[in-house]
């Protein structure tokens, strides 16, 4: 059985170490980032410099594969994800998104934890022949094939680095695999340390983004037709771009709007926009993590998933119907929870709500989870997702501040008189906005079930009567129909998706005129999540980036 390179420059099954393999590594991550350009250095095709629309643009920074991203891109490469990866690549923290550049400083833990990731990608690839073969793409002939192995770096490197890797680089790579695979007698062993060295590469770890100066506009670059590729695949799939766009940049067919807006039409047809749309309204929502089992909180993901991917996706139906809908999608355990009819299924499977105040996504236990084991405060931790989330206000704690524990209820005393403390003295400015939102959800747990009296407080009567800047409502129907006649949950949505295209979280004055742009490009108040990517795509701010100062 052939040998296969592991870290430290070892052979794995023997514990020798070689004394190419880590030399060679070292210097295939120097011609990385050194002879491709550093990353704030020229792109790889340069294009000519031409003038930009007159239109605002977006600043970006570089950003990081996100968790998610990175998981994907491997598996995308070669076909599994190390198991590994959750616990050795970093979390991302949610702002509300979890691709926000500000949050992603590099620290020794990543370096490491993506070299060991790599490492072990490697060996877990080599000792699956199958899979190997399939990532490889060849036979190789024996341990020089000069052949093979060009073909191998070629077609695994565009991929990765998610552009054509140039030619000089392409004969260094090839060199020092050919070098390992000779010192082994194996060529699989020279192909681990191509694989290695990719999953490493700054461009596969980092979204670079050059890009080509624009005339008379000196801090605005315009996007190369790869560069378009990656932001329109992590946009719209949440994965790298495959081989069947990475075909297209190379034809030139992203090279202007009507070009991206295309492809992106097509894209939104696959399955994985599907799930990258449910993805991005779950973190939104914040929606990702829910404090129960783990069948009912995977039970409470799919229906708040596949509302959004039916909805949204497959009937292409406005956005804001999510907050419409007069059912949803159940399987039994959440049914019987919701005391709906049980669909006779373990998947989620449509079911109309009937008579009573659900309606729509704010119906879902997933949303309801807001305030989790901390039941006493679920009507603060209510009124704060939907001041925050919905209607993107701000509302900040002051730095260090932990809010006092709620004293224990006396005999007769409900959740509205032990709330009643934190409107009071300095904390009632922001109690009196985000309690009565709270309390108009009140009539069901933090499951989703009904209720009419408080847990273990027969005496305490729930009305579920809340209030919406000034506005009465009972239960999630009154509250979304609320929303739904309030512009700032649509815009709200609108600034957010943007937010996570362009990878920042705070907006800048320039943001807002974006965004204005954005708006104006939209029809009506009733447009569609197809239509809402279509016209960012499309738009000045994602084919061009501006520089940061």
Known sequence: MPHQATSAGRTRGTGRRNPVAGPVIAGLLTCASACTGALDGGPYRPGETGSAPSAHFATTRLRRLTQYEYAR???????RAHPETLMLYPIDPRTPFDDDADEQDPTASLVNGVELLATETAEDLLADPARRDTVIGCIPSGPTDDACMRSFVERFG?????????????????????AIATEEGDFYAGAGIVVRAFLQHPRFLYRVEVGTPVDGTPDVVRLDDWELASRLSFLVWGTPPDDALLDAAARGELHDADGVIARAEEMLLDARAGEQAARIHAMWLGIEILPHSTSLSAAMRDESATLVREVLLSQDRPWRDLFREPGTYVN??????????????????????????RQGILSHGAFLSHGGSTGERAPIHRGLAVRRRLLCETIELPRGFMPPPLPEPTSGQCRADLLAAHRTGGCAGCHDRIDPVGFGLEGYDIAGRVQSTEPGRPECTIEGAGMLDGHAFAGPRGLADLLLEDARMTECFESQLYRFAMGHSSLTDEDSQVLAELRHGLVDEEFTYGELVRVLVGSSAFLYRREPE
Request: charged share 25%.
């Open 73 to 79: 891109a491997v598996d995308q490469l070669v076909g």
């Open 332 to 357: 039994d355990e959440l049914a019987a929870i919701y005391g709906l009819p049980a669909p006779g299924s373990s998947e989620p499977t449509y079911v109309p709500y009937g008579e009573g105040t």
């Open 158 to 178: 565009r991929r990765a680095i998610r552009r054509p890797v140039p030619s000089d680089d392409v004969d260094r790579y090839v060199a020092g695999a050919l």
